[in-house]
Nanobody, 123 residues
Framework: VQLQASGGGLVQAGDSLRLSCAAS????????MGWFRQAPGKEREFVAT????????YYSDSVKGRFTISRDNAKNTMYPLMNSLKPEDTAIYYC?????????????????WGQGTQVTVSS
C-alpha cells in the first residue's frame, strides 16, 4: 500500500481544514487507518484512527470533539476534518495503514506510512 497525504497549509486559529490520504492498491478497505502528527522537537503522536469499515473511530484527548475522521473505501481515501484549529495543532501530519481491520493508537502498530503534510496554525 502506498499512501499520499495532502491538504495541509497555513490557517488561522479557529479555522477548519480537511486533509486527505489517498491509498493505492485494491485492499484499502481491509486496513485499519490512522493519523499521527509530529511537531518540531517532539515525538510522533497519535491523533485519530478508524477501522476498516469506518464504523469505529478513536481520537486523542487533544483533538476529541474538534477533529472527525472518515473514509471512503470506494475512493481509497481517508479524510480527517479538523475544526477549531489551535496553534498547538501545528505539525506535520502523517497517515498510516496497518495490516489489520481494527484501529491502532501506536506508531508501531502500523505497516505503511505516507510522506506527511504540513499544517501550520497561526494565532
Amino acid at each position: 500500500v502506498q499512501l499520499q497525504a495532502s491538504g495541509g497549509g497555513l490557517v488561522q486559529a479557529g479555522d477548519s481544514l480537511r486533509l486527505s490520504c489517498a491509498a493505492s492498491g485494491r485492499t484499502f478497505g481491509s486496513y485499519g487507518m490512522g493519523w499521527f502528527r509530529q511537531a518540531p522537537g517532539k515525538e510522533r503522536e497519535f491523533v485519530a484512527t478508524i477501522t476498516w469499515s469506518g464504523g469505529t473511530t478513536y481520537y486523542s484527548d487533544s483533538v476529541k470533539g474538534r477533529f472527525t475522521i472518515s473514509r471512503d473505501n470506494a475512493k481509497n481515501t481517508m479524510y480527517p476534518l479538523m475544526n477549531s484549529l489551535k496553534p498547538e495543532d501545528t505539525a506535520i501530519y502523517y497517515c498510516a495503514a496497518r495490516g489489520s481491520t481494527y484501529y491502532g493508537i501506536r506508531p508501531s502498530q502500523y505497516d505503511y506510512w505516507g510522506q506527511g503534510t504540513q499544517v501550520t496554525v497561526s494565532s
